[in-house]
């Protein structure tokens, strides 16, 4: 069994897209926020000399975390799916009525070298809350970065 484990390489993560509605959206150069975690409930149990006696843990509600895309900031924003998507929102709101107005569901795909889809985190109800363009300099010869919020309302590893 332990030999099994060092023979399967492990996933490198430098190729990764974001996908919505099944078609790659944006080539990202970071992701963080992939957190797939559960609330705790703690309880306490007292004897009766009213000294702690057990403490007991139980699985809680599933939390959402807020993914965190890094990208090259695009040289036409009014021709951005991304920017396109934050402006319409920024401008039209989100309907309270209507849970798929503006709010899409979509995945982080990693591959190998080969092009091979090795891991999948899928999002459900994301939208973006926030673009940050990088700090500007005249000293820097780097590409400009920007940082998107993308809040969502739960998150899985579904390979």
Do not use: C
Not at 10 to 29: H, K, M
Not at 30 to 43: H, Q, R, Y
Not at 139 to 153: F, M, Q, W
């Amino acid at each position: 069994m332990p030999n099994d484990l060092i023979s399967v390489d492990p996933i490198i993560a430098q190729n990764f897209f974001l996908e919505i509605d099944g078609s790659v959206v944006t080539i990202l150069a970071s992701v963080s926020g992939l957190d797939v975690e559960m609330e705790v409930a703690s309880t306490q149990q007292v004897g009766k000399d009213g000294k702690s006696q057990t403490v007991k843990t139980l699985a809680g509600r599933n939390k959402a975390p807020d993914l965190s895309l890094v990208r090259m900031a695009p040289p036409d924003s009014t021709q951005d799916k991304m920017w396109g998507w934050f402006n319409d929102i920024m401008s039209k709101g989100i309907l309270q009525s209507d849970r798929t107005n503006n709010r899409k569901s979509g995945s982080i795909v990693m591959y190998d070298s080969t092009h091979v889809e090795v891991a999948r985190f899928n999002f459900t109800n994301g939208w973006p809350s926030k673009i940050s363009t990088d700090q500007l300099s005249v000293d820097s010869n780097d590409p400009v970065k920007e940082t998107i919020t993308l809040t969502i309302e739960s998150l899985a590893r579904v390979k």
